[in-house]
């Protein structure tokens, strides 16, 4: 079955970094596109970046372009998220996802494309 498990949270103070990982397994990771969410407390669900099946784009949602990078390593089934210069705003819970179809990144960043996810891994930001 398929099974994707975060790691790498933790607490940091502003200005600080995080790298966090998400282990797949149980499909064929390398033929679809993968994404990170977030949910800080009394706030939706958003969309945070994701990356395409074979790794050659990306996106990210404004507030992290040029502190964030997602990356993926397809031999080893992992996905990563690279958090430098974090704000307190970037507390949340994180949490991969699985695009629900083959060979496509249709809609992103609405959760209903994403099947499968984590059990997520917390984040805090200290100021």
């Known amino acids: 079955q398929v099974q994707l498990v975060e790691s790498g949270g933790g607490s940091v103070q502003s200005g600080g970094s995080l790298r966090l990982s998400c282990a797949a397994s149980g499909y064929s990771y390398s033929t679809y596109s993968m994404a990170w969410f977030r949910q800080a407390p009394g706030k939706e669900r958003e969309g945070v970046s994701c990356i395409t099946w074979h790794g050659g784009r990306t996106y990210y949602v404004d507030s992290v372009k040029g502190r964030f990078t997602i990356s993926r390593d397809n031999a080893k089934n992992t996905l990563y998220l690279q958090m430098n210069n974090m704000k307190p705003e970037d507390t949340a819970m994180y949490y991969c996802?699985?695009?629900?179809?083959?060979?496509?990144?249709?809609?992103?960043?609405?959760?209903?494309?994403?099947?499968?996810w984590g059990q997520g891994t917390q984040v805090t930001v200290s100021s």
């Open positions: 996802a699985k695009h629900r179809d083959p060979y496509s990144s249709s809609g992103y960043f609405l959760a209903e494309n994403y099947n499968y």
